[in-house]
């Protein structure tokens, strides 16, 4: 018994603990893409053709691929025609906290050792702040500086690295036949090596005029206050906006899939774990049902039901469950801590020097249901077994 304890604490505290774990890397994650593309992203406006209409006119028993097929019978023009009039329209979506409008192109990027292509971003700063976590982002250099300098530029770690520049050194930009210098500002980190490395920001109006874009912006990034209502809010500016809008959830659903199936799995390996305790208290209560054939003969002689004894075997599970749920919250809260001290460099779709952990009640929970299942389906057998043995059967030796 004092074994399937034992598992029954591991079991549990282990359960937490990659939980723990796996949900901690997973909000990082989206933590990291809201504060750098943002909840909401409005851009191409769209025209419905016939094809569009037709799937779109169903009952409300519309499939999602009838759903699908009606985007894609869409006609889109690319680009937001008016920024400014959406920018004050979404300011009457009670969700929204902010709105930045971006214009975007491809460039070459220039330096005194070598060039690379990259991506310009032409925003408001103040605007792209409430939007972003650009400020926290910033690893060298200072924003201020950025906002005195209209020819000022804040470029990704890893592209500074693959230029060789940093803070004061100045870069050469080339969009068709344009060709500008800039000086670097300050350079920022998301930890998203496909963003770090081709993201420049720099002033809307210099981005205009570089791109030869005077008009409309690229997109408009929306950040929201609850950003578990992102869809509904975008289906709803889609209808209202007549522009695609597509949330974090639409564009980080890869990514989203695999951190739920490796909560999942992980789930499901550290319950094995609590299984096998379970079944070793089944062969322990068994055991004991065996041993101890008289000892049930002579209470059930003494006037105690078949409720009575199954109740016994039941109350020595739920002693187990008890206890070994216990110490295994107590387990799993210090590893989680002790985990979450350790040291680790990630850079990829994040970046982080140490693991990241959630703490949340429901991982106790759910350990907590895991190992009364089990738990309990042990011990509800031997104790139906128990209770089904007769006095006379046993005196006469023809129990079974």
Not at 61 to 71: I, L, P, Q
Not at 150 to 168: C, D, E, F, N
Not at 172 to 190: F, H, K, M, P
Not at 297 to 311: E, N, P, V
């Amino acid at each position: 018994m004092l074994m399937s304890l034992a598992g029954i604490v591991f079991g549990v505290g282990f359960f937490i603990v990659t939980q723990a774990q796996t949900s901690g890397f997973e909000q990082f994650f989206i933590k990291t893409i809201l504060g750098t593309n943002g909840a909401i992203r409005i851009e191409d406006k769209f025209q419905d053709t016939i094809f569009a209409m037709a799937a779109a006119g169903h009952d409300s028993g519309v499939s999602g691929f009838e759903v699908s097929a009606a985007r894609e019978g869409r006609k889109y023009i690319e680009g937001v025609e008016d920024p400014e009039l959406l920018m004050e329209a979404l300011k009457h979506f009670r969700n929204v906290v902010g709105a930045s409008m971006i214009v975007r192109g491809s460039v070459v990027a220039d330096s005194s050792f070598k060039n690379d292509t990259a991506q310009v971003y032409g925003i408001k700063m103040e605007n792209h702040l409430a939007v972003s976590d650009l400020a926290r982002q910033i690893v060298r250099g200072d924003l201020e500086d950025y906002r005195q300098s209209p020819a000022g530029l804040i470029v990704g770690t890893v592209l500074a690295k693959r230029l060789q520049v940093t803070v004061g050194d100045t870069i050469i930009l080339r969009a068709g036949d344009q060709q500008r210098r800039y000086r670097v500002s300050a350079i920022y980190e998301t930890g998203v090596s496909d963003i770090d490395k081709v993201r420049i920001y720099m002033h809307l109006g210099e981005a205009r005029s570089l791109l030869k874009k005077p008009t409309g912006a690229s997109f408009i990034q929306v950040s929201v206050f609850d950003r578990d209502r992102a869809p509904q809010d975008a289906v709803h500016m889609e209808n209202v906006f007549r522009h695609g809008a597509q949330s974090w959830q639409e564009r980080e659903k890869t990514w989203l899939e695999v951190f739920r199936a490796l909560r999942v799995s992980s789930a499901l390996t550290v319950s094995t774990i609590i299984l096998i305790s379970g079944l070793g208290m089944f062969n322990t209560l068994a055991m004991i049902v065996m041993e101890k054939t008289k000892e049930i003969a002579i209470l059930r002689s003494m006037g105690y039901t078949r409720k009575d004894i199954s109740r016994i075997f039941i109350w020595q599970g739920t002693i187990v469950l008890i206890i070994g749920t216990v110490l295994g919250w107590a387990f799993g809260a210090a590893v989680t801590y002790g985990v979450s001290n350790l040291p680790i460099r990630i850079r990829g779709i994040f970046t982080t020097d140490s693991f990241v952990v959630a703490w949340s009640i429901w991982h106790y929970v759910a350990a907590t249901v895991t190992a009364a299942v089990v738990v309990m389906i042990a011990s509800l057998v031997p104790a139906r077994r128990a209770a089904r043995l007769e006095p006379g059967d046993i005196i006469r030796g023809t129990s079974q």
